[in-house]
């Protein structure tokens, strides 16, 4: 049986499944759409689902996490920012010590890490670890996370990927097939909650060179095309992308940061916007699920 956080997630084939380019064994894949469900004021928690199971692990979950509004902004750049971090962190059992961080500038880059790297790392837009006791964590505010899981290797990774740096989970896939033989098929992922295609209308010019850059005519696409009227569709862009690269497996937020005001979001909220912490870890399971 599934977590009570969704619900429940169901595991639906695209329609058009095995058609269009997709590689891997036989071309399906497998898409579970969750609605986040705060048990905790501050935090939801959704796992990585494979064959429409969620996964678990030895003592503590890889778990998915994501803050809320009323938690307050994680923003480095404050201190507040920093006290509200101390204080998730905390109620999540958390050491400061386990958890990377990135200094964020809607690139592609994303950092290797070991035991040894630094804590708040260079500028990039994700990460990935092998560290069973790491814990990574990006912040968003209207932009996507995408989290992935290897569940070979054990790798996992996490990226903020706005418009402009949409591609940076593909970056981190490859990054992780280099450095741990990652099979894609082998790969979970989710993508986190974000501004949908509902709310995200942009510029004529700016809508064309996205969809020449991720649309095409070749390819999968699970999500439908990654613009929709005039607005981007981060979520389809992604998973467009992993599927294509053979990850078979892919969870998606259906919560726009835009319309729910639990999500922080910087189009909604302007200047003042609530960075949310978006968070990979080993967490205790009894303060997620």
Same mark, same amino acid.
């Given at each position: =049986?599934?977590?009570? @956080?969704?619900?429940?997630?169901h #595991? ?13 064994d036989?071309?399906?894949?497998h ?5 986040? &469900?705060?048990e ?9 689902? =494979?064959?429409?199971? /969620? ?6 979950? %890889? ?27 905390t ?6 010590g386990? +958890?990377?961080?990135c200094?964020? +500038?809607h690139?592609?880059? &994303?950092?290797v ?18 560290d ?14 995408v ?6 290797s054990?790798?996992f990774?996490? +990226?903020?990927?706005? @418009? ?10 490859? %990054?992780?097939? /280099? ?6 098929? /082998?790969v979970a ?31 999968a ?5 990654v +613009?929709?009227?005039?607005a ?5 862009? #992604? /998973? %467009? =992308?992993? &599927? #294509? ?10 919560d ?5 005001? %639990? ?13 949310m912490?978006?968070?990979i ?9």
């Amino acid at each position: =049986m599934l977590p009570t @956080w969704t619900g429940p997630p169901h #595991n639906r084939d695209s329609p058009g499944a095995g058609e269009g380019g997709a590689t891997g064994d036989g071309g399906d894949w497998h898409l579970y759409p969750f609605h986040l &469900v705060f048990e905790r004021e501050t935090l939801a928690c959704f796992p990585f689902i =494979m064959d429409g199971a /969620a996964l678990t692990f030895h003592e503590k979950h %890889r778990a998915c996490g994501i803050s809320s509004h009323a938690a307050g902004t994680m923003s480095l750049k404050t201190p507040e920012g920093s006290l509200h971090r101390r204080r998730l962190y905390t109620s999540l059992g958390l050491d400061p010590g386990q +958890v990377f961080t990135c200094t964020q +500038v809607h690139s592609q880059e &994303v950092l290797v890490l070991d035991p040894e790297s630094p804590r708040e790392g260079p500028h990039a837009d994700g990460m990935i670890s092998r560290d069973p006791r790491a814990c990574l964590a990006v912040t968003v505010a209207d932009c996507l996370p995408v989290y992935l899981y290897d569940t070979e290797s054990g790798g996992f990774g996490l +990226v903020h990927s706005g @418009w402009r740096g949409t591609g940076i989970a593909l970056k981190a896939l490859q %990054r992780m097939e /280099a450095r741990w033989h990652t099979r894609p098929e /082998a790969v979970a992922a989710v993508l986190g909650p974000c501004i949908g295609s509902c709310c995200y209308q942009v510029d004529p010019e700016r809508a064309r060179a996205f969809d020449q850059e991720f649309g095409g005519p070749d390819g999968a696409y699970p999500l439908g095309p990654v +613009v929709k009227g005039g607005a981007l569709d981060l979520q389809a862009a #992604n /998973a %467009r =992308m992993l &599927v #294509n690269a053979g990850v078979r497996h892919i969870a998606l937020c259906t919560d726009c940061t835009f319309t729910d005001e %639990r999500l922080g979001s910087f189009r909604r909220e302007g200047p003042s916007y609530t960075a949310m912490a978006a968070l990979i870890g080993a967490f205790h399971p009894q303060d997620c699920f």
